[in-house]
């Protein structure tokens, strides 16, 4: 079973930029495909980005696609999330997620580990 702590979430103008980070506890990090998802309120819960056992393989919604970049470091157990050029749209809580088939996977159903969440806030 793994656990996962999200961080780095916070208030930033549009245009600005932040750094999340995912830390996963347990020794099966580096077979999780992982994934970004993030929610705002009133909203359906939505994928972000994901990234392969390996992290030689990555996806992401059209809405980021150039702006936000996933990583991750298997030797840490971490996973991160670089935002940039952030817009008002982008403000919800985000959440880290782990399948253990597969990945990129855009349905939460699919995730059997999640994060409890870090608030991301644009500001105009």
């Known amino acids: 079973q793994a656990q996962l702590v999200e961080s780095g979430g916070g208030l930033v103008q549009a245009g600005g930029s932040l750094r999340l980070s995912c830390a996963a506890s347990g020794r099966a990090f580096s077979t999780y495909g992982m994934s970004w998802f993030r929610q705002a309120p009133g909203k359906d819960r939505e994928f972000v980005a994901g990234i392969s056992w390996t992290g030689g393989s990555t996806a992401y919604a059209d809405s980021v696609k150039g702006r936000f970049t996933i990583s991750r470091d298997n030797a840490k157990n971490t996973m991160s999330l670089q935002m940039n050029s952030l817009k008002p749209e982008d403000t919800a809580v985000y959440y880290c997620?782990?399948?253990?088939?597969?990945?990129?996977?855009?349905?939460?159903?699919?995730?059997?580990?999640w994060g409890q969440g870090t608030q991301v806030t644009v500001s105009s």
């Open positions: 997620a782990a399948k253990t088939i597969g990945w990129g996977s855009q349905i939460p159903r699919d995730y059997i580990y």
